[in-house]
């Protein structure tokens, strides 16, 4: 939160807004490739505890070579996501053994 700014920030009740739509958006002010590549990778290791922002993290994903304002924004919502969720996530103890049990049709 505090790389990219967002220690100060609202909280969001959802990871990308229901009327999101990505795209190229090639008339859009372009941003900091590095920044943009940062953010997008902090998300990524997140995804580990946090499978909710996964599909979220993967739309943004698809513009990294030539990333946009309103890319970046989408971005900054899922971090405000996750601040309004930091109490939840998947917690994995040292020294315990887990057994995935998986069902399928």
């Known amino acids: 939160m ?10 969001a009740s959802t990871s990308i807004s229901t009327s999101c739509y990505l795209d190229l958006d090639e008339k859009g002010v372009s941003v900091d490739q590095t920044k943009y590549r ?5 998300l990524l ?3 580990t505890s946090h499978p909710d922002i996964m599909f979220s993290v993967c739309m943004c994903v698809r513009f990294q ?5 309103s890319h970046f924004k989408v971005g900054k ?7 309004g969720t930091i109490n939840v ?8 053994s887990l057994s995935l049990i998986g069902y399928s049709d």
């Open 2 to 11: 505090k790389k990219f700014e967002m220690d100060k920030c609202k909280e």
């Open 38 to 42: 940062g953010l997008i990778g902090s």
């Open 45 to 47: 290791y997140l995804t």
């Open 65 to 69: 070579s030539n990333p946009k304002e």
């Open 77 to 83: 919502r899922i971090l405000k996501y996750l601040k």
């Open 89 to 96: 996530g998947l917690w994995y103890p040292r020294g315990v």
